[in-house]
């Protein structure tokens, strides 16, 4: 088995930059398709986690490091879901991969806590798997997701488009809340109109949105299995518990100023706050504003 890493997101000096080739993620078009945009970032209290470029363009160093912590608690997950740890020591030296049978541990997830959002799965497939949306999934606006999305179990609506996606978002969040201190925002909001060559942030009004997901009872309940199933020699049960509580986003405000909870809206590490145009490098680093896809995943 293999995990394959984007050097795209490993650069650190603007010379590493000019040598980094990486081709935009495919499922980004699928978006096009539907009437709002699945927004997330990780915050360091109310700034971006990941901080923002020096006056020469440079990355601090730290900062790559815990963007790629956040990839790499996502894809050792499910690598760990397909071998669960307390079965590691049952495994027979001539065994392969391929001879293994174990049942998923997000599989036992799915039947013990799942999702009953419906028709969120019929979106994901959409959003992530390329499929044509009925008319009805067409229509929904950032507000008729959110209202879909909040009172069920998942931390991402990546969550409804396999078990295996539900599972790794839980386990990530979680401990990048646990290790590093971050908060995960997630947001549905209105998308520019196809007329706008350069998006700028107001052209992303928040529907729907809330930092610190995790938090949420209905989630927390199905993180505390995922980590336990995933990390048995110890209990996080205490460090769940003491993750921030989740702070619901301003829907009169954009994407942007939603940067700032509980306190004055200020503006974000762009040339000019909230007027600038939003590329697809700043969407996954400084602004935040984009897709999951952009990174991983």
Do not use: K
Request: contains cysteine; hydrophobic residues 45%.
């Amino acid at each position: 088995a293999a995990i394959y890493l984007d050097a795209g997101i490993l650069w650190v000096t603007q010379d590493e930059r000019g040598v980094v080739s990486s081709e935009p993620d495919y499922r980004l078009a699928f978006g096009q398709q539907v009437r709002f945009a699945d927004n997330w970032r990780y915050v360091d209290g109310n700034r971006p986690a990941f901080g923002e470029l020096d006056e020469n363009g440079n990355a601090d160093i730290d900062n790559v490091a815990a963007l790629m912590a956040s990839l790499l608690f996502h894809e050792l997950a499910h690598a760990a879901d397909s071998i669960p740890p307390s079965r590691i020591a049952t495994l027979r030296p001539d065994e392969t991969p391929y001879d293994i049978r174990f049942n998923r541990l997000s599989d036992d997830l799915a039947d013990e806590a799942p999702l009953v959002a419906f028709e969120l799965f019929g979106v994901a497939n959409v959003l992530f798997g390329g499929a044509e949306p009925s008319a009805r999934e067409a229509r929904y606006t950032a507000a008729d997701i959110g209202a879909l999305f909040e009172p069920d179990g998942a931390s991402d609506l990546y969550a409804y488009y396999t078990p295996r996606e539900d599972f790794a978002m839980l386990f990530e969040e979680a401990m990048m809340g646990i290790h590093y201190g971050f908060s995960r925002d997630v947001a549905f909001t209105s998308v520019p109109d196809a007329a706008v060559a350069e998006p700028r942030c107001a052209d992303y009004r928040v529907g729907w949105g809330v930092r610190g997901r995790v938090s949420t009872p209905q989630v927390l309940r199905r993180a505390e299995q995922a980590v336990g199933a995933l990390l048995p020699e110890r209990d996080y049960a205490a460090d769940l518990a003491a993750l921030p509580a989740p702070i619901a986003m301003d829907t009169r405000r954009d994407w942007c100023e939603n940067l700032a909870l509980g306190t004055r809206p200020m503006a974000i590490p762009l040339q000019a706050a909230g007027a600038a145009p939003v590329t697809a490098a700043d969407r996954a680093s400084v602004s935040g504003l984009g897709s999951r896809r952009v990174l991983h995943r």
